[in-house]
């Protein structure tokens, strides 16, 4: 049985990926590390309003925590 990380994993919903991340990192560009990390925020909090599902988010976080090589 898979749980639920497992669907977010396997799936990939973007149409062009490569676009999508062309286009985040171009967003960078000349930011401090401030701005980037601010950034950064701004946008996940608009994905999650996007996303609208607190189980879903919920499990997004604990997959992308799970993601870190965290000694």
């Known amino acids: 049985m898979n749980s639920d990380n497992d669907n977010y994993t ?7 990926p490569d676009e999508f991340y062309d286009d985040l990192i ?8 401030a701005q980037s990390r601010q950034l950064n925020s701004r946008l996940i909090l608009l994905m999650s309003n996007q996303i609208a ?3 879903k988010l919920k499990s997004l976080i604990t997959l992308a925590r799970s993601s870190l090589d965290i000694a």
């Open 10 to 16: 396997e799936i990939n919903k973007i149409i062009e």
């Open 26 to 33: 171009k967003a960078h560009e000349g930011l401090s590390d």
């Open 53 to 55: 599902d607190n189980k």
